[in-house]
T-cell receptor
Framework: DTEVTQTPKHLVMGMTNKKSLKCEQH?????MYWYKQKAKKPPELMFVYSYEKLSINESVPSRFSPECPNSSLLNLHLHALQPEDSALYLC????????????FGPGTRLTVL | AQSVAQPEDQVNVAEGNPLTVKCTYSVSGNPYLFWYVQYPNRGLQFLLK??????LVKGSYGFEAEFNKSQTSFHLKKPSALVSDSALYFCAVRDFNTDKLIFGTGTRLQVFP
């Protein structure tokens, strides 16, 4: 299994809703990432988990809350989002070595109304 | 700080012609360089990487890249472009201080029949 899966593919939510994005990989990778991508722009790093511990938080607003229940799963909990949070949210994973590439999931297209 | 630059927002090429997508880098020390491709509404797909060794790196889908230390460049190339190569291409470098992947701004490749 050499892929990263993300659910849901699309999500529409109101500003008062609570929702979660899910990411899964079974490649034995110990580093997992959340990125936010606006149209025609490069991905922006949000969070990095290394061996199931949060190692990087790029000063992301607290309305985004990551969780890594185990080495294969990564969640992003969303609460009280703003319309400007609408974007493609990408999950990625890699071996725990900077020489190795990151494998990206297909993303979740989030729309905040 | 590590960085990459993609000087062209868009590259247009006729099908069957060779293509080049440019990338230059700025790093302290030896760079770890990557190329990714993104099709519309999809995640990023890894194409190839340079870590060490031969300056000409071969990757997926017939793409290759040439690492040039004197010109600090890592241009992506393909001998014969296909219409299906039309996509957004990102160059990236690994930041050794933070272990993050630093992306360029992206280049849209348009291959015309």
């Amino acid at each position: 299994d050499t892929e990263v899966t993300q659910t849901p593919k699309h999500l529409v939510m109101g500003m008062t809703n609570k929702k979660s994005l899910k990411c899964e990989q079974h490649m034995g990778h110990r580093a997992m990432y959340w990125y936010k991508q606006k149209a025609k722009k490069p991905p922006e790093l949000m969070f990095v988990y290394s061996y199931e511990k949060l190692s990087i938080n790029e000063s992301v607003p607290s309305r985004f809350s990551p969780e890594c229940p185990n080495s294969s799963l990564l969640n992003l909990h969303l609460h009280a989002l703003q319309p400007e949070d609408s974007a493609l949210y990408l999950c990625a994973s890699s071996l725990q070595d900077r020489a190795y590439e990151q494998f990206f999931g297909p993303g979740t297209r989030l729309t905040v109304l | 700080a590590q960085s990459v630059a993609q000087p062209e927002d868009q590259v247009n090429v006729a099908e069957g012609n060779p293509l080049t997508v440019k990338c230059t880098y700025s790093v302290s020390g030896n760079p770890y360089l990557f190329w990714y491709v993104q099709y519309p509404n999809r995640g990023l797909q890894f194409l190839l990487k340079y870590i060490t060794g031969d300056n000409l790196v071969k990757g997926s889908y017939g793409f290759e890249a040439e690492f040039n230390k004197s010109q600090t460049s890592f241009h992506l190339k393909k001998p014969s472009a296909l219409v299906s190569d039309s996509a957004l291409y990102f160059c990236a470098v690994r930041d050794f201080n933070t272990d993050k992947l630093i992306f360029g701004t992206g280049t849209r490749l348009q291959v015309f029949p």
